[in-house]
């Protein structure tokens, strides 16, 4: 069989997004596969990072990748305002990731194959971060690894800012006592 | 774990965490982008008392679309307003007199899709702007100004075997497409233009190694039949880029200049399909001394832990061994069988299970699969492999029996790979080889069960 790795004829991703993202999202709603993928690009690894430490393993984050970028398309036309999009996709990133960890134990760290070797201590912080209350972690890596502002979060969990910002100090010292 | 000797902020270290995970390569994500727009989104509201284009519709040939017709300026090569096209295309569209095509100009790769709109209007001046890979393949700004009588069609192309799994969502249809197997795309959340509805429609095809996805746009919800029939007559223009056996190697299609843009001079039919490819060819081998091929079969292995999948389908083929050199391809043949294929990290899926050099020539020579008479056995999982002194000329006759009808394609992902494949859930194939004069060389079977088998003739011996 030949080699067909295809990764010898990849493309830069620089001509992505001359359109803004609430266009792109507008298209993709429209029917655009090509939006969508471009939305892809931009935001699937972000997305792919945060299953990567929640789920502990690449072939679960792969997964809940692919059923994330599903339901996204397929959900698209239901999203009313495009400039949400980002928020959007998290809240069905953290929904599938939690179907996905449901009933599953953590797996040993050794197994974490999307890790870089650990030059910065990145085991370590996987390591607290799986050491953490759920509750704590969800915060965390919604607020830290995704970028959502706390009233996202609070928006995407259903609970109150103030509960946000608790938990979020609360989670912060956890860590940090955790790597100290 | 680490213990530094300064306390560090959860915030450093979540953003270290951050930059120091891997992420999928750029091909996986537009691989994983597109499953997901080839899965159906939940099936809209009904459109008003017009669900989908009927046949009686379709029927009724229009009007010449003269006044609804505006010509588009020039864009390079990318646009082919009327009468003017004599440039290459690929894949994409013809224009019809009075349309404007606007397209990629190059056929899709395992990376990226092509695209190609058609339409009957001028197109707004900032879809020229962007041209067809900055608007996403969607004229969107044309599409919001769509008069009554006005046609948008959007064509995206992707090569079927860099989405095999995507085969069920895209049926198989030959050229011309129809417009009335179209189905009604219009929601309330995803209508272009909600104040002033446009009629939309989607049409999704298989046709030869491309997945085809086509949007209608009409400039009204209910468009006059004769609308219809002016895009069925552009649709009818059509031209999806494939090469299949038996044909000259044309190239890309074109467009003839005389008469403009009315000639595909390349479309190429499709062949019969059938659940059992049974092909015989010759095949000349490379000089040698002494000259040889070699014969592999090799049983199926499956996966450890998950005994539905394979880690190797069974397979038997033969090579020319000067076919290891890229450079000077020999001729080279194969059967497999199992389903389903095996997944590799970083390789298109390849769902052939029968293949053979486009080197090796039809011949109508009869060569019996028997076995009679010849030593063999079933061969082992990590492969059999036997060189076969052979003369300058050998029949080889390739049989795959297929749960589906397929048919035989060329397949040519390099410079260097030529070859006619059968892809497919196949039940059963069978390899033979035999000299011109008769003498039987190689025999081989292979089986959904994994099991391969192996006989060879006087002139084989085990490879060193």
Redesign the interface.
């Known amino acids: ?7 010898a ?3 830069p ?1 620089s ?1 992505r997004a ?2 803004g993202e609430p ?2 999202v ?2 993709a ?13 931009a935001r ?2 972000q997305v ?2 945060y299953f ?2 929640r789920l502990v393993d690449e072939a679960s984050a ?1 997964d809940a ?2 059923e994330t ?2 339901a ?3 959900g ?5 305002d495009g400039s949400r999009f980002w928020p959007w996709l998290c809240g069905i990133a953290a929904h599938k990731a939690t179907d996905a960890a449901r009933g599953r134990s953590h797996a040993p760290l050794h197994d974490a194959q ?3 070797p650990d030059e ?3 085991l ?6 799986a050491a953490l209350p759920e509750h704590f972690r969800e915060v ?2 919604l607020r ?2 995704l970028g959502l502002s706390e009233a996202e979060v609070a928006g995407l969990l259903d609970v109150r800012l103030g509960t946000v910002k608790s938990r979020a100090n609360r ?3 956890a ?2 006592e ?3 | 774990m680490r213990r530094p000797e300064e306390p560090r902020r959860a915030e450093d270290l979540l953003a270290r965490l951050h930059h120091g995970l891997s992420a999928p390569s750029e091909h996986d994500l537009r691989a994983m982008a597109r499953a997901a727009t080839s899965r159906s989104r939940p099936l809209p509201p009904p459109v008003p008392s017009r669900g989908g284009l009927s046949a009686r519709g379709i029927g009724v040939v229009g009007l010449a679309l003269a006044a609804a017709v505006a010509l588009g300026v020039g864009l390079g090569t990318l646009l082919a307003p009327t009468g003017t096209a004599a440039v290459a295309v690929g894949t994409g569209f013809l224009p019809q007199p009075g349309w404007t095509v606007l397209q990629t100009g190059e056929d899709a790769t395992a990376e990226r899709q092509a695209l190609s709109v058609a339409t009957n209007v001028r197109l707004h001046p900032e879809d020229h702007a962007r041209g067809i890979r900055g608007s996403s393949g969607l004229p969107y700004s044309t599409l919001l100004e769509l008069p009554e009588r006005g046609v948008v069609i959007v064509g995206l192309f992707t090569r079927r075997e860099s989405e095999p799994w995507n085969d069920e969502f895209f049926p198989e249809r030959e050229l011309p497409l129809r417009v009335r197997d179209a189905l009604s795309s219009i929601s309330y959340s995803y209508q272009v233009r909600p104040e002033r509805p446009l009629g939309q429609y989607e049409l999704r095809a298989t046709v030869g190694d491309h997945h085809v996805v086509l949007h209608f746009y009409f400039g009204s919800a209910r468009p006059a039949p004769q609308i219809f029939a002016a895009a069925q007559r552009q649709l009818d223009r059509l031209v999806v880029a494939s090469v299949f056996p038996g044909e000259a190697d044309a190239g890309p299609p074109t467009v003839a200049t005389e008469p403009w843009a009315s000639k595909i001079i390349h479309r190429p039919a499709q062949p019969a399909k059938s659940r059992v490819v049974d092909q015989t060819v010759v095949c000349a081998i490379s000089p040698g001394n002494p000259r040889e091929i070699n014969v592999t079969a090799r049983s199926g292995t499956r996966l450890f832990g998950d005994r539905s999948r394979w880690k190797t389908l069974p397979g038997v083929s033969f090579g020319d061994p000067s076919a290891t050199s890229p450079t000077s391809p020999g001729v080279s043949a194969g059967v497999s069988a199992g389903w389903p294929p095996v997944t590799e990290i970083g390789v298109p899926l390849r769902t052939e299970a029968l293949r053979y050099s486009v080197r090796c020539r039809p011949s109508k020579a009869r060569v019996s699969l028997t076995t009679s008479g010849l030593p063999g056995a079933v061969a082992g999982q990590n492969g059999d492999n036997y060189d076969c002194v052979v003369p300058g000329r050998i029949l080889v006759r390739i049989r795959s029996v297929f749960y589906a009808p397929t048919w035989l394609r060329r397949w040519r992902p390099t410079r260097y790979i030529d070859e006619l494949v059968a892809r497919g859930r196949s039940k059963e194939g069978a390899l033979a080889i035999r000299t011109e004069s008769g003498k039987p060389v190689a025999v081989a079977t292979v089986h959904e069960s994994g099991r391969a088998r192996l006989f060879v003739g006087p002139s084989c011996g085990p490879s060193a």
């Open positions: 069989m030949p080699n067909l790795d295809p990764s004829e990849r493309t991703i001509a001359e359109l266009e792109l507008r298209r709603q429209l029917g655009s596969s090509a939006a969508f993928e471009q939305l892809v690009l699937g690894p792919y990072r990567a430490v792969r990748l692919q970028l599903i996204a398309w397929q698209l036309p239901r999203l009313r999307a890790v870089e910065d201590g990145i370590d912080v996987r390591a607290a971060l965390l890596l830290h690894l989670a912060r010292k860590l940090e955790l790597l100290r």
